[in-house]
């Protein structure tokens, strides 16, 4: 999982990259050489471009392919009753659609464009209008992924209300499978890594980017992490702790089943006695297997958590001189 996100990765900065290259091109020929190099001069250096792209594309191009087969990876832990199937796979669906993103993404995006208008963007002509393009397209990339947490959050609150015990039909644990979870797990880890990263980044980026910003506006460059950092810590513990809930809860009903086969024992036959035993059987290795594979927090959680102790520190010791100037304002 850790090699898929480094090349989504790679290919957010393929595209970063290449609108660049195309922006400076179109500016060599409609505005001249001097303009054309100012112009790779502030998407390049002082909007730092190129790392902030690898990072929103990249990580959309993740969420938007890997996340979906993490969705789907699911089906092989969960036992779904057919009256909740219809619900889950609407919210499944829901996660990884770019037209119910755009709910999201489209509100966000459009008060991006005011913000940065406000801040102002160097250069005239194309190259300002094209500049202006591809911050704005990079805040959409990010406000798309936001979408993606925010949908993927709802199913995995279904499922965990689906899953408490209750009279009717309840989602239960399939045989757990060592490889999906880890699977599961290693997408959320990933994930929330590669997510707090670009927070990062993508907040450092517009600090250096605009650089005469009138007072009133420049603290409206934080909408980034007020955005996007709750929702990636959040996004980081709960899908799991939902899983988890699901498989303890799943023990405690088959514990529940197997006292009540006890109080009747001495009255079964042999054959029953041994589907008794069966069941004791796969009650326990599910209790161990679970205790394995659906952990809320582990070695695994290290670059998530550490990113995010990085930006803390960052923040409250003002130990990024970029940070500290925002802050000093």
Request: charged fraction near 15%; glycine fraction near 8%; aromatic fraction near 14%.
């Amino acid at each position: 999982m850790l090699v898929n996100g480094f090349l989504c990765i790679l290919v957010g900065a393929a595209v970063s990259a290449a609108l660049c290259l195309l922006g400076a091109m179109i500016t060599y020929f409609c505005q001249g050489e001097t303009l054309a190099v100012e112009f790779l001069r502030y998407y390049v250096i002082q909007f730092d471009g190129i790392l902030v792209g690898a990072s929103s594309y990249g990580l959309l191009f993740f969420v938007m392919t890997r996340g979906k087969e993490m969705l789907a990876e699911l089906n092989k832990i969960l036992i779904v009753p057919e009256s909740h199937i219809a619900e889950l796979s609407k919210l499944r669906g829901r996660s990884v659609s770019f037209l119910w993103a755009n709910l999201i993404s489209l509100p966000l995006t459009a008060t991006g464009v005011i913000v940065f208008s406000k801040c102002g963007f160097p250069l005239q002509g194309f190259a300002r209008l094209y500049l202006t393009i591809c911050v704005n397209s990079i805040w959409y990339a990010a406000s798309t992924v936001l979408a993606f947490l925010f949908y993927s959050l709802l199913l995995f609150n279904r499922i965990d209300v689906y899953s408490m015990p209750r009279e009717g039909e309840r989602i239960g644990a399939e045989k757990l499978s060592a490889f999906s979870s880890e699977q599961i797990d290693n997408f959320f880890i990933v994930c929330s890594s590669l997510a707090l990263a670009a927070i990062y980044i993508g907040f450092r980026g517009g600090l250096t980017g605009f650089t005469n910003v009138d007072a009133n506006y420049a603290r409206l460059l934080i909408l980034p992490v007020i955005f996007y950092l709750p929702a990636t810590l959040f996004y980081s513990l709960y899908p799991r702790y939902v899983l988890r809930q699901v498989f303890d809860r799943d023990v405690m009903v088959r514990f529940a089943g197997l006292e009540r086969q006890i109080e009747v024992l001495r009255k079964l036959g042999l054959k029953d006695k041994l589907e008794l035993l069966k069941l004791l059987y796969e009650v326990r290795v599910q209790a161990l297997l679970q205790g394995q594979g659906s952990s809320l927090l582990g070695v695994k959680d290290v670059p998530s958590f550490t990113l995010g102790l990085l930006i803390v520190i960052q923040f409250v010791t003002k130990g990024d001189s970029i940070i500290k100037g925002f802050f000093g304002k």
